[in-house]
């Protein structure tokens, strides 16, 4: 499947295809024996013995296994990718057939499923090509599972009707967001139409094995299919949403007599305009647990975003704070890191990141703070280098890195640290003799192809830098890089090189982020709003230990009853003014002056997230943090007890904690079984030891 790519041509964001599979891939292995049918269209036929999906087409789903080893722990699961092929008689069965070139070149139809993935960050696009994509890797996976579980229980005595009571037992489906939420449906269709079970127990069985994760709040984001386009494409499953959807607002309607308002808020269908399913209602109403990703985004969910559903079902919602895994952005991105940190505290912490906490002990002593110091350095000097290399742009390693990687959307807000630039700029410009912490800001990451405010957001930054990188007056004191095609391969690199870490996002929009969490193990400092796991990483390292400013969530709400007016902070801060002044006149772009109107138009007029209302706050805390990065050794206690504190945010705990509350199975690096001792691979709590699972 191709991914995006982009590079920046004359300032501007562009497109490629990323081709990764055109070499081939040594680590997968297509399994054509498991090869399985998935279809599409067609209409309902109401028989006998129940409804029947039929005149459908028929895409096949081809298996790629890739072995995911665990960390010294005897443990290999399989990961199984689905690719789309056409069916050999594809288009050849009809009356066509006289044009049998046509045919055989219209297989790409069918092919095109798995073509290309979505570029989208935080936004729903409702594409017929994307419903088809998500339909497609549910239907192919339930239809796995399904088989692996019977092959289970093959030789068994037991009743057809009894069989799949213990399936929530050997399968938990995590919902990774709504976009595999077809799932749901599917896994009825296939219990009622096919293993003719009755639907209340179909259901309960269906409940008792999905669980789902929400990913955002921002409405945007959230998907909703329409109607007409899901009868379409799967006619049953729009049945059955009806069914769920029946029984649903019948249970709310006993609970709440005559409260019409909450039917019409809980329904599954959205009415007025098109009718669309709203995804979310269909999977928290699906499932037996609902998760959100940190402390601050799990009560949104809870207490606004699906309140109502919470007054049905309180005991449904959990929290299941993100983590990132140690292994890779500690000790592969960053082994000089790694290393210092076992020979004061042991290897243990790489399965056991708690165990962090141990190097408080240094937080005072000189030697350590003068190594994790030089460490950093070594990987400043490493970044720079290879910025020089590979694009030509020469920085200063003893700088202050100032990085704010990650998809450029307004809500995480580049445009704020861009106006924090352009302030500084300002300020050397108005007094060149002044003693100024030197910075080197980075800014990177990939704009979605249809973002246009979000392209106009990297031209901006680009243009900053033209005038800012060229300035003799500047100097050394000041650049401003951005980084193209933003990916991990490069993020492990910025990362280990980062010394201050931008964190931004209005307060109440970013569910977690995981970013933060890779420059908090990675001795970089956080500027951040109280938002997502920014909120955790405070209270692990202590708020003193971070550079926290702006609105918190009550903030936000507060200004949005009284009403924000962004005109007032502009009147109000002369450098926000001066700022704005100069990117609207074409200070930054001199041949084409109303080039970043419609940014600034935006500024003022219909902000969301609200960039001049903490433009103050913001400006004032990076002054804070200029003053201490003046004070090596102050800085870099305060680096010690950010990595000290970071043992949280190792995914080994979130993972540990989906496992205890939500799937309810056991640990498997606890009990290594014996060489050869096969073990039931539809057993949920099991994984081969081995390699690629035999089915
Ligand atoms: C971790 C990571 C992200 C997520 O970053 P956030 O700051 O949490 O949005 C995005 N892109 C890449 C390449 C990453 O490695």
Redesign the pocket.
């Known amino acids: 499947m191709l991914a995006l790519a982009t590079e920046v041509l004359e300032d501007w964001l562009v497109e490629e295809a990323d081709d990764w599979l055109r070499h081939g891939n040594p680590w997968e292995k297509a399994r054509p024996e498991y090869m399985l049918p998935v279809h599409f269209y067609g209409r309902v036929e109401h028989t006998k013995s129940g409804q029947k999906w039929v005149d459908t087409q028929v895409v096949l789903a081809l298996p790629y296994d890739t072995p995911v080893p665990g960390y010294m722990n005897n443990t290999v699961n399989t990961m199984r990718l689905w690719s789309a092929r056409a069916p050999n008689d594809f288009n050849l069965r009809d009356f066509n057939v006289g044009d049998y070139i046509q045919a055989v070149l219209d297989r790409n139809l069918a092919e095109n499923i798995s073509r290309v993935l979505y570029p989208n960050?935080n936004f729903f696009e409702g594409k017929e090509l994307r419903l088809k994509q998500e339909y497609f890797v549910v239907a192919a996976t339930l239809q796995d599972i399904i088989r692996r579980f019977k092959a289970s229980k093959f030789g068994s005595t037991e009743s057809v009707r009894t069989i799949f009571d213990s399936f929530p037992d050997q399968v938990a489906i995590q919902l990774n967001d709504t976009h595999p939420a077809l799932a749901i449906p599917e896994l009825m269709r296939v219990f009622v139409d096919i293993e003719k079970l009755p639907w209340t127990k179909a259901w309960d069985i269906t409940k008792q094995t999905f669980a789902y994760t929400n990913h955002t709040v921002l409405p945007e984001a959230l998907e909703r299919w329409p109607v007409d386009l899901v009868e379409k494409l799967l006619p049953r499953h729009l049945q059955i949403i009806y069914e769920i959807n029946q029984r649903h607002l019948d249970k709310v309607a006993a609970l709440f007599p005559n409260d019409l308002d909450r039917l019409r808020r809980m329904s599954l269908i959205e009415e007025g305009g098109v009718k669309r399913i709203n995804m979310a209602h269909l999977c928290i109403i699906g499932s037996h647990a609902v998760n959100g990703v940190a402390k601050i985004h799990s009560d949104i969910v809870k207490t606004q975003v699906f309140k109502d559903f919470a007054d049905l079902e309180p005991e449904k919602f959990q929290n299941k704070t993100n983590g990132?895994t140690p292994r890779r952005w500690l000790l592969l991105c960053n082994p000089g890191l790694a290393e210092l940190i076992a020979e004061k505290i042991g290897e243990d912490y790489v399965k056991d990141l708690s165990q962090l906490i141990k190097l408080h002990k240094f937080v005072n002593d000189d030697i350590f703070i003068r190594e994790v110091s030089k460490v950093k350095q070594e990987n400043k000097v490493k970044f720079a280098q290879f910025l020089e290399k590979e694009y030509k742009v020469k920085i200063n390693p003893s700088s202050m890195f100032d990085v704010h990687?990650?998809?450029i959307h307004e809500y995480?807000r580049q445009l704020m640290n861009c106006l924090h630039v352009i302030t500084l700029y300002n300020r050397i410009k108005r007094d060149p003799m002044k003693p100024f912490v030197p910075r080197t800001v980075v800014i990177g990451?990939?704009a979605a192809p249809g973002y246009h405010m979000a392209k106009m957001i990297i031209k901006l930054i680009t243009a900053v830098g033209h005038v800012v990188n060229n300035d003799p007056v500047v100097g050394n004191k000041l650049k401003v890089i951005f980084l193209e095609n933003?990916?991990?391969?490069?993020?492990?690199k910025v990362?280990p090189a980062t010394d201050l870490s931008e964190?931004i996002s209005t307060a109440g929009t970013?569910a977690?982020?995981?970013?933060?969490?890779?420059f908090m193990l990675n001795g970089a400092l956080t500027i951040g709003t109280m938002d997502?796991a920014n909120v955790e990483m405070a209270e692990e390292a202590g708020e003193e230990n971070l550079f926290i400013f702006g609105m918190r969530i009550q903030d936000v709400a507060e200004l949005d009853k009284k009403g924000y007016n962004a005109q007032e902070y502009y009147d109000k801060l002369p450098e926000l003014k001066q700022a704005i002044d100069q990117i609207k006149s074409g200070f930054f772009s001199p041949t084409q002056p109303d080039l970043f109107n419609e940014v600034t138009n935006m500024l003022f007029h219909h902000d969301r997230f609200k960039v001049f209302a903490d433009y103050e706050a913001y400006v004032k805390c990076q002054d804070k943090v200029s003053q201490l990065y003046m004070n090596a050794k102050e800085w870099t206690k305060l680096v010690i007890r950010n990595i000290a504190a970071s043992g949280k945010f190792s995914s080994d705990r979130t993972i540990k904690e989906y496992a205890r509350d939500i799937w309810n199975v056991e640990p498997s690096d606890t009990k290594i079984p014996p060489p050869n001792e096969p073990r039931d691979v539809a057993d949920k709590n099991s994984s081969c030891t081995t390699g690629i699972l035999k089915m």
């Open positions: 960050d990132i990687v990650k998809r995480k990451g990939k933003y990916r991990v391969s490069l993020a492990e990362i964190q970013e977690s982020g995981t970013g933060n969490m890779k997502g």
